[in-house]
């Protein structure tokens, strides 16, 4: 098991603005799983992904990410497990504005010992022929891919996306969720999604949804249809 979340309870704020977010999450997570977490608007997803990525503190519980136990270790320990383990995607692209996009992807090489090779990323996210431009000059589809692109390129053995497609319509969503599929084939990434497109729930290896602070639904989709099917749809 690659990932494993037992018991775990997260809450936020005192007295009256007290609020009790993750209630008793409970998930197993195989290596190279593409997963998707859905639920509606302020259900905790995002306060669950951000625990996994050591980027919020649980209150309790336990997450072990590959034997690891992520819950109670230190900010520096913290920081260490990210830059050793971890790529984050979020609705807003966080590119740095003045760099090109081939510079955006580059800085997060050096993160890493064991990079993916930048040209090899840049072909397969469709971005060979605007790696000299700046983030404005690009689409949002394409500043997506360029964020992907970051996000891969210090070859993170975990994947977490908040919302990727959020700002961007159902095409380009489309196309996304696409490239997230042929990554996690290619290099056997273990992906986490929340997303709430409900296009892609039969294109992972598991489902999960979050409702009052537990996990209401958590299957696994035996038929799952490929980037291939999708491009048909
Ligand atoms: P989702 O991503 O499913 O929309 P979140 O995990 O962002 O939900 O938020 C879950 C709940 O926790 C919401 O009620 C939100 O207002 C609250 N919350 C999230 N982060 C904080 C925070 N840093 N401080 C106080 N409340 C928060
Ligand atoms: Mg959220």
Redesign the pocket.
């Known amino acids: 098991m690659f990932i494993q979340v037992k018991d775990l309870r997260k809450s936020?704020?005192q007295g009256g603005?007290y609020?009790e977010?993750l209630k008793g999450i409970t998930l197993s997570l195989n290596k190279g799983e593409m997963c998707v977490i859905q639920?509606?608007?302020?259900?905790?997803?995002?306060?669950?992904?951000?625990c996994i990525g050591g980027l919020?503190l649980a209150d309790s519980g336990s997450i072990l990410v590959d034997d690891l136990e992520i819950v109670g270790l230190s900010l520096a320990d913290l920081s260490n497990y990210r830059r050793r383990y971890l790529g984050f995607i979020f609705q807003m692209y966080n590119l740095i504005m003045n760099l090109t996009v081939r510079e955006n992807i580059e800085v997060c090489r050096y993160l890493s010992d064991n990079p993916l090779d930048v040209d090899e990323l840049l072909q397969i996210l469709g971005l060979t022929e605007h790696q000299h431009k700046f983030p404005s000059q690009l689409s949002g589809g394409q500043q997506q891919r360029c964020a992907i692109a970051r996000a891969l390129v210090k070859n993170p053995k975990l994947l977490l996306c908040?919302?990727p497609t959020g700002a961007l319509n159902s095409e380009l969503s489309k196309e996304i969720l696409i490239l997230l599929e042929k990554i996690n084939r290619q290099y056997g990434t273990t992906i986490v999604i929340?997303t709430h497109n409900n296009a892609i729930r039969n294109m992972v290896d598991r489902v999960v949804e979050?409702k009052d602070g537990i996990i209401s639904e958590n299957f696994e989709n035996v038929n799952k249809i490929t980037a291939k099917d999708l491009e048909n749809l």
């Not at 639920?39 to 951000?50: A, E, F, I, R």
């Open positions: 936020y704020g603005s609020v977010v639920g509606s608007s302020g259900s905790g997803k995002s306060t669950l992904l951000n919020d908040d919302e929340v979050i």
